[in-house]
């Protein structure tokens, strides 16, 4: 069971690292540099604030929640991420904006236990 749930976690990375790596090509605004792999770390990094987010807020701030609390936090996560990785991700307020709805726009297409 371990290994399946590496596994799992493995392929919600790549998957969240594709997506971001289209967002970037969607979305003026929002850029990933680096390719891939930029892309993988991007993802890493927002996955952690948004982690921590829902650690301090709760849950009722998840993007899942699909209420405009969850939607904004995801545009906070994903503005904020840029200061910890400035050489790979940068972000403007709308980019961030127009980030986190595209983002949704594919969680409600591609289940949660798939990513």
């Given at each position: 069971m371990e290994r399946h749930n590496w596994l799992g976690v493995a392929v919600r990375f790549v998957v969240s690292a594709i997506v971001l790596m289209i967002v970037s090509w969607l979305s003026?605004?929002?850029?990933?540099?680096?390719?891939?792999?930029?892309?993988?770390?991007?993802?890493?990094?927002?996955?952690?604030?948004g982690y921590l987010a829902e650690t301090l807020l709760g849950e009722k701030i998840s993007p899942q929640s699909r209420g405009i609390v969850g939607f904004i936090?995801?545009?906070?996560?994903?503005?904020?991420?840029?200061?910890?990785?400035?050489?790979?991700?940068?972000?403007?307020?709308?980019?961030?904006?127009?980030?986190?709805?595209i983002i949704g726009l594919i969680d409600a297409f591609v289940p949660t236990l798939l990513r």
């Open positions: 003026p605004g929002f850029v990933v540099r680096g390719g891939f792999l930029g892309a993988l770390i991007a993802a890493a990094v927002i996955a952690l604030l936090t995801a545009a906070v996560v994903i503005y904020l991420a840029q200061f910890i990785i400035p050489g790979l991700l940068s972000v403007s307020i709308i980019g961030a904006l127009i980030a986190a709805f």
